[in-house]
């Protein structure tokens, strides 16, 4: 579910040059694309989308490595 | 092991500064005007520096180095600086491209028999990244490794290799592949006798003339295992990027104390040619101290944040975006700040300091000091901060 909601935020806000769908939940997405700077319209949205907030130590580049770190990472922030 | 000679044992720090200081003073300072004026290698410099095994200082002491800690090597970078900026700053960028071997090929047997190496032949070692298309973007190559069974080709427009044609290996960033894509980068290590450099662009520059920093198209060839393990974004989380900019903030802060220092010499001849009145250039001379403490503090703090993270080896800590964000803060402030402090030390000095041929001349520093914010450029690092900005928390 989580991961469904990320690929959504990931085709809309990731601006990678490879498809999302064609992507698997522990793609490396820095191999894929994933730049510092896309990483910060990702975060925005989806802190947004879920309504939470990365603490400081979430906010390095192995919480956005993959889709299933992001989950992981949302996942445990939801209440 | 003979290597690590007199100054293997980490207590005898304090000896070895004050050894390299004393090379500074007899070797590295005379000859700094000679490179400037010619803009060429401080051969002499580094001849005396291979001769103290100063290139594997920051080398583990298990393979034959100093296994120096990464703020004594920003100590030694310091003190370089207070006698010629150019010759700091190729030991500082030699030393960046050991610590990217260091903390990420000690798994690799070739990169530990290249540390020997480095220990018992003092390679120089240079580094390529930036590349002609993607202009300073370290984070991005057009380039890419084109491997056939075990050996590799390369190819790199390298709009700027700082003493390339000294080097005994150069550093590349290269795509892992040619289908990969322009962020999927691995570091290679190319040597000397399977490197081609055609000269792309020449070095007559206003400051750091000794650098050398021509531009050139490398076309190298090796074996595979000469791409370091890890990918090129974590060697650069946990290794170049804080380790530039913490031993380049050293060797700038070294250059703004020796002009401070010329600036006190000044104030001090003043007050003894009509002591009972402070001269107005004492007050000045208070002044940029202060500024000059404010450089030390912002660089000190990171380093040894950066050094407590080194000790720790909690790898994700270096990709944290807050840390990368401090690392900046302290390349972009210290540029600026030497820029700040030799002009007031300028002032102080005179006309004398505005002179090429005077013993207080602060020409040379003044020129130097400009290129700071211009290699990795200010504004380009400041973007990536703002952007960063908007999405880390503090306290």
Known sequence: MVHEQIRDILSSHGRLATDVASLQNDSDLYEAGLTSLITVNLLLAIEDHFDVEFPDDLLSRRTFQSIDALAEAVEGLVP | ?395
């Open chain 2, 1 to 395: 092991m003979e290597a690590a000679a007199s100054f293997s044992d980490p207590i005898d720090f304090d000896a070895l500064k004050r050894a390299v200081n004393e090379l500074g003073r007899s070797v590295v300072a005379p000859a700094s005007k000679a490179v400037d004026d010619e803009a060429r290698f401080p051969h002499e410099a580094f001849d005396a520096l291979k001769g103290e095994k100063l290139l594997s200082a920051y080398v583990p002491v298990q393979y034959g180095g100093m296994g120096l800690s990464m703020s004594q090597i920003c100590g030694l970078c310091e003190i370089l600086g207070h006698h010629c900026a150019s010759t700091a700053m190729v030991f500082a960028m030699h030393q960046i491209q050991v610590a990217c071997i260091v903390h990420n090929g000690g798994t690799s047997t070739f990169f530990q028999n290249y540390m020997r190496r480095i220990v018992d032949e003092q390679l120089l070692l240079a580094s390529a990244t930036t590349e002609l298309g993607v202009g300073g973007d370290l984070t991005s190559s057009l380039c890419a490794v084109e491997t056939e069974g075990e050996r590799f080709t390369l190819e790199k427009k390298a709009p700027v290799i700082s003493y390339g044609q000294e080097a005994d290996a150069i550093l590349v960033t290269a795509r892992r592949n040619p289908d990969a894509q322009n962020s999927d980068q691995v570091h290679v290590l190319v040597e000397k006798d399977a490197t081609e450099l055609e000269p792309l662009a020449g070095w007559d520059t206003l400051g750091f003339r000794g650098t050398c920093s021509l531009g050139f198209v490398l076309k190298a060839a090796g074996h595979v295992e000469q791409i370091l393990p890890e990918p090129f974004a974590d060697i650069l989380a946990h290794s170049m990027h804080p380790y530039s900019h913490m031993t380049w903030g050293s060797l700038w802060l070294g250059l703004a104390t020796d002009a401070v220092n010329i600036a006190r010499d000044s104030v001090r001849k003043k007050m003894l040619a009509s002591p009972g009145t402070p001269p107005p250039s004492a007050l000045r001379l208070a002044e940029v101290d202060e500024v000059l403490f404010e450089m030390r503090s912002g660089l000190y703090a990171t380093m040894e944040e950066y050094q407590e993270m080194l000790d720790r080896g909690n790898t994700d800590a270096f990709s944290n975006f807050g840390f990368s964000i401090r690392v900046n803060n302290v390349k972009i402030t210290c540029s600026e700040l030497v820029v700040d402090i030799v002009g007031k030390a300028l002032l102080i000095v005179g006309i004398s300091g505005y002179k090429n041929d005077s013993k207080s001349s602060l020409s040379r520093h003044l020129r130097d000091a400009y290129g700071a914010a211009l290699m990795v450029n200010n504004d380009r690092i400041r973007g990536y901060n703002s952007a960063m900005q908007v999405i880390v928390r503090q306290g």
